[in-house]
């Protein structure tokens, strides 16, 4: 019996598969190098033993890696732009006589050159769109040298070198706020195929809901189409129940590579929206000479429209899209997550209540998109022409091949509905010209290539105001309260926007927040802000230094002030009905090689979760406007000490999306709240508290109808006052399975915490243990500043004996014996 089953359909993760054959994900058995080898020779040619210098050394890793899993974030480097290489051994054993076997990136980074031995295969340029290369002939020409049996004893080495140096002809641009990643960040997989094949399915779908039909257009791209004649399809349509509802069948007579299969309507299909996600099955069938090549699509029926200086429209009904970001990127492995870490935060992101997705800034992995399609999130999926101006020739080409390539491959996916073209593209700096009639030449040729392509959905650009006449929809840049202007401002900003456009969506909004840190009157710097001159982000603005007063720069980066914030985006939204919807920027922080300074070096903090998934408070608000499960959450979860005057009263506010809520304090009852939208903040559901020096249990009850949820936190109340940060003190507060976590604290010279201190610390560790760092989150960073006067990052203590250390300007050393 052949190694791999042979069947009708084998499908990578269950879904949408480009080729679905008999297929095996590679991800054990991999060697690693980082930087470059002399050669390909370098890679295969053997090693005798005690010879070590013929070879450089390899690690073993496991896919997906990245070359920048942990310097994306280092704070005492740049991250590492360059060559690297990866190699393993492959059992081959095709089933199919006269099959092909594939090599099927999923995608990785930058550029990439696949080797079988020493013969060069297949490259690519492009670090997120999916390609194959075809390795049959140079393994059948490799299993005819000796070496096949004497050196790799009847496997094929395979060699792979990934290149993200920069170049200027490539985008995304190296100016752009995120990673440009190295490495196989996604799967490979190794697949067979009968010689004749289906490589591509493209569904076409109209929903006539008056006719409460559907229209369904099926056409076909098959591999090797010369030896196509005679060969018979067979294709299934499968409603959401399992139950067929439609079948062809055909001859092919004439060779053809993409080729009109069949027309129908669908009666009273079961539409797709984000609260059902009714899914389709399209399975199409190839039988060629006894051996059959089977693909099979998920699809969905679904009528949107974005009206003409108007809302969004879902099937007939107004839909307020409320959107987030993702970034391709994660604690610990920066691009290289698994199918889990994705599925956990699509997952996240759906009981936030999100129906909307914008992928920032480049075609992201089919798990993405399978997922958005099954838990019924409509997505924005754009290339990465990213800021930087535009390029010749070669750089163009790249452009419209991605996008080509983005279109293809995600063409069946229900929740697309927008294709991005660019993203600030106003923003200059790799080239010496920067011409905005070339710029929109260029972007007219995208737009028109995107509607030949599919002319069912709509084009967009986010923040190119001298090109937003092109595409179908437009999201200038509105970030009220954060770069430019006040928070309140944002509703009148953003119908002077709608007023510009046709259609108006507004993507990216929100600003950074340093978790764990809170603030007692976090919108003090909302007084030094002119208000009036716009809140659209300019040049310098995201900088820390100079320019006009801004809460970017002069603002506490509290998680106080960015929920205050995001509580106002959110009423407001509720009360503008011209409003398509928006998409805060992002959903969880991600490294940047631009932003060095930040509280947690090279992190953009703008995410409503951390790197490693950890919630900010942030995340409870978006739950309390969009969740339909009733949910309630105190703020300061991770606010450990208050502070103020003896008997102050202090704000506590309570983030529910129920009808009501009763809070006690140590016991007591303070009384009722109902929930009203209108009343900021956190609509209406919160206490003035007096507050005495000690300590207090906090818990609400919350009633939706007969479902009842609680909430409970404990949390100190500090009286004395403190002077100015004079000695640091470390000590060990918790220690489980071998990772202690060890805290830091900003003491006056009267051994007070000081609440308000920021300072820079940095941890350093000697002995037997390790740090957990250069994770790109508040507890997980050597280099972090201060929350409220302290910070935290663990250690695995490894069996041994350690001695801790943080240092900071001004300060003197602190010490830590881990024992």
Same mark, same amino acid.
């Given at each position: ?5 042979l069947?009708?359909?084998v ?51 496991s ?31 095709n ?18 050159t ?34 096949f ?29 995120f ?145 987030t ?6 604690a610990g ?6 199918e ?43 290339i990465?022409w990213?800021r ?13 091949r991605?996008?080509?390539n ?43 290539l ?19 006449d ?40 929100? %600003? $950074?927040s340093? #978790?764990r /840190? ?5 919108? *003090?710097a ?7 001159? @716009? ?32 509580d ?60 339909k ?13 208050r502070? %103020? $005057?003896?008997? #102050?009263? /202090? ?5 529910? *999306? ?8 140590? @016991? ?46 404990t ?17 060990k ?16 010279n ?23 760092d ?7 960073s ?17 069996? @041994? ?19």
């Amino acid at each position: 019996m052949k190694k791999y089953l042979l069947c009708a359909l084998v499908f990578l993760m269950g879904t949408n598969a480009i080729l679905a054959q008999t297929s095996q994900r590679l991800i054990n058995n991999w060697e690693y190098v980082k930087g470059d080898l002399g050669g390909i020779w370098e890679a295969v040619r053997p090693v005798k033993e005690g010879n070590p210098e013929a070879s450089p050394v390899w690690t073993k890793v496991s896919l997906p890696h990245c070359f920048n899993a942990l310097d994306a974030v280092d704070p005492d480097v740049n991250y590492y732009q360059g060559p690297g290489w990866y190699r393993t051994n492959l059992n081959v054993d095709n089933p199919y006589q006269t099959g092909r076997t594939l090599l099927h990136f999923e995608g990785a980074g930058q550029k990439t050159t696949v080797y079988i031995y020493n013969t060069k295969v297949a490259e690519h340029v492009g670090g997120y769109d999916e390609w194959t290369a075809d390795l049959t002939d140079a393994i059948e020409a490799f299993k005819k040298l000796p070496v096949f049996k004497s050196q790799f004893k009847g496997k094929i080495p395979l060699s792979i070198r990934c290149d993200n140096t920069r170049d200027l002809e490539m985008i995304p641009s190296n100016l752009s706020d995120f990673n440009v990643y190295g490495g196989l960040y996604r799967y490979v997989n190794l697949i067979y195929t009968p010689k004749l094949y289906v490589d591509k399915v493209f569904a076409e779908t109209h929903t006539d809901l008056k006719a409460k039909s559907a229209n369904l257009n099926v056409k076909i791209r098959l591999a090797d189409p010369a030896g196509s004649i005679g060969a018979t399809i067979n294709c299934e349509l499968i409603d959401p129940a399992g139950k067929s509802v439609y079948r062809y069948t055909t001859k092919i007579s004439a060779g053809a590579g993409d080729a009109q299969l069949f027309k129908t309507t669908i009666k009273a299909p079961k539409l797709w929206s984000p609260t059902t996600p009714a899914m389709y099955t399209l399975v199409t069938s190839l039988n060629n000479g006894g051996e059959t090549s089977v693909k099979k699509e998920k699809i969905g029926f679904r009528n949107f429209e974005f009206v003409k200086k108007g809302p969004f429209m879902l099937n007939g009904q107004r839909l307020l899209l409320q959107g987030t970001h993702r970034h391709e990127d994660h604690a610990g492995v920066a691009a290289a997550m698994t199918e889990d870490m994705i599925r956990t935060e699509m997952t996240m992101m759906k009981e936030m209540g999100v129906n909307f997705i914008r992928l920032g800034h480049y075609q992201q992995s089919r798990i993405v998109l399978d997922l958005c399609d099954s838990l019924g999130i409509m997505v924005w999926e754009e290339i990465p022409w990213c800021r930087g101006g535009l390029g010749g020739p070669i750089y163009q080409e790249q452009a419209k091949r991605m996008l080509v390539n983005m279109v293809e491959q995600h063409y069946n996916h229900p929740g697309v509905i927008i294709w991005g073209l660019g993203n600030e593209n106003d923003w200059p700096g790799d080239f010496p010209e920067f011409d905005q009639e070339k710029i929109r030449a260029f972007m007219k040729e995208l737009n028109d290539l995107s509607h030949k392509l599919d002319p069912g959905r709509m084009t967009a650009i986010r923040r190119c105001d001298f090109a937003r006449d092109i595409v179908d929809v437009y999201s200038p840049s509105i970030w009220a309260g954060w770069y430019r202007g006040n928070y309140t401002e944002y509703k009148a900003v953003s119908k002077e926007e709608f007023d510009k456009s046709d259609r108006f969506l507004h993507v990216e909004w929100g %600003g $950074d927040s340093h #978790a764990r /840190r809170h603030a007692e009157n976090p919108d *003090n710097a909302l007084s030094l802000i002119k208000v009036g001159g @716009g809140a659209d982000e300019r040049a310098g603005d995201a900088s820390l230094y100079g320019g006009a007063a801004r809460v970017s720069k002069d603002g506490d980066w509290s998680e106080s002030y960015i929920n205050n914030l995001i509580d106002w985006h959110l009423k407001e939204q509720e009360t503008m009905p011209w409003l398509s919807g928006s998409a805060f920027w992002p959903f969880k922080d991600f490294s940047t090689p631009i932003r060095p300074e930040n509280p947690v070096p090279y992190v953009n903090q703008k995410g409503v979760v951390e790197r490693d998934f950890t919630k900010k408070e942030s995340f409870y608000v978006f739950q309390s406007y969009w969740s339909k499960t009733p949910m309630a959450h105190i703020y300061g979860h991770s606010w450990p000490v208050r502070w %103020g $005057d003896e008997g #102050a009263e /202090r704000m506590v506010k309570v983030y529910s *999306n129920c009808q009501e809520a009763e809070l006690f304090v140590n @016991g007591k009852s303070y009384g009722i709240r109902k929930r009203n939208s209108q009343d900021f903040p956190a609509a209406g559901l919160r206490w003035q508290i007096p507050m005495f020096k000690g300590k207090y249990t906090i818990k609400v009850i919350a009633r939706s109808g007969k479902t009842v949820v609680t909430d409970e936190i404990t949390q100190e109340y500090q009286t004395e006052k403190w002077g100015k940060p004079a000695t640091l003190v470390l000590n060990k507060v918790s220690e489980e399975n071998g990772v202690a976590t060890i805290e830091v604290k900003a003491l006056d010279n009267k051994n007070i915490l000081c609440l308000d201190a920021i300072n820079l610390v940095e941890f350093m560790l000697t002995g037997d243990g390790k740090l957990i760092d250069n994770q790109g989150t508040s507890s997980g960073s050597r280099k972090v500043q201060l929350y409220n006067g302290r910070a935290i990052i663990k250690v695995m203590t490894q069996g @041994g004996s350690s001695v801790a250390a943080v240092k900071s300007a001004g300060f003197k050393t602190a010490f830590l014996d881990l024992r």
